[in-house]
């Protein structure tokens, strides 16, 4: 097979993955702490039987940490980081870590996420209400105050727990907009949260479309150059 259709194959690989990386990064457009995908390409030499060939690869995917917009929702319980960090959430498979502060209280008293994991403080230990709790305040580092409706003050429940990592890139998804990592983070202190609020995913809608315009007549020019590099070949065998 020709050295060109090899390289225009290769290369249709990489935009195919490409244009699955902005397609999930459109379908999480509205999904609360997402933080957009983008992929790197590197060039590489094949040595065949005849010459070397250079060859189009997708060796990395890697993450946009900077910040979403806030979204006001005066609930209590839901938590924006602004600045560097994740909460650390407790879950059967170990500590994972999100951008998501849409937290619950659960029939534990507990500060849980949505799938009932619990938030973790600053020491590493869940969170947890009084019964009669019924008034939450938490201040912009985090500390949680809480009082019940016969008490005369806010007593501390916790300090919620917000790690930092010296590469976030080493970290991966895990599923349900939680993170995983193999390193050792440490606790921030470049971040506020704000109460009431949650961070929404930092994808550019717009942009995210737009590139996949851009990727699709990609494909589709590719496509044609290989059924031409093909046919050249066909009709050169014909002739022989």
């Given at each position: 097979m020709d050295n060109g259709i090899y390289t225009a194959l290769a290369g249709q690989v990489g935009n195919f993955h490409n244009m699955n990386n902005v397609a999930n990064n459109i379908a999480n457009a509205n999904t609360t702490g997402y933080k957009s995908d983008y992929m790197l390409f590197n060039r590489y030499l094949t040595q065949d039987v005849?010459?070397?060939n250079t060859m189009p690869q997708d060796y990395s995917t890697v993450s946009d940490y900077k910040n979403g917009p806030l979204k006001i929702t005066n609930n209590p319980l839901d938590l924006a980081i602004t600045g560097q960090g994740l909460f650390m959430v407790q879950t059967p498979m170990g500590i994972r870590y999100t951008r998501n502060g849409h937290f619950i209280r659960n029939n534990e008293n507990l500060l849980v996420n949505m799938e009932?994991?619990?938030i973790l403080s600053q020491e590493g230990n869940p969170i947890e209400l009084q019964e009669n709790d019924n008034s939450v305040i938490v201040y912009q580092n985090g500390?949680?105050?809480?009082k019940g409706y016969e008490d005369r003050e806010y007593q501390e429940r916790g300090v919620i727990g917000v790690m930092n990592f010296d590469n976030p890139q080493l970290l991966r998804k895990a599923g349900n907009n939680l993170m995983m990592s193999d390193i050792d983070g440490y606790l921030s202190n470049d971040f506020t949260i704000t109460q009431g609020a949650?961070?929404?995913?930092?994808?550019?809608?717009?942009?995210?479309?737009?590139?996949?315009?851009?990727?699709?007549?990609?494909?589709?020019?590719?496509?044609?150059?290989?059924?031409?590099?093909?046919?050249?070949?066909?009709t050169a065998y014909k002739a022989i």
């Open positions: 005849q010459d070397k009932n994991h619990p500390a949680l105050y809480a949650l961070e929404e995913s930092n994808v550019e809608n717009i942009m995210e479309v737009t590139r996949m315009i851009e990727l699709q007549r990609k494909s589709e020019m590719t496509t044609s150059l290989i059924e031409g590099i093909y046919n050249v070949h066909k």
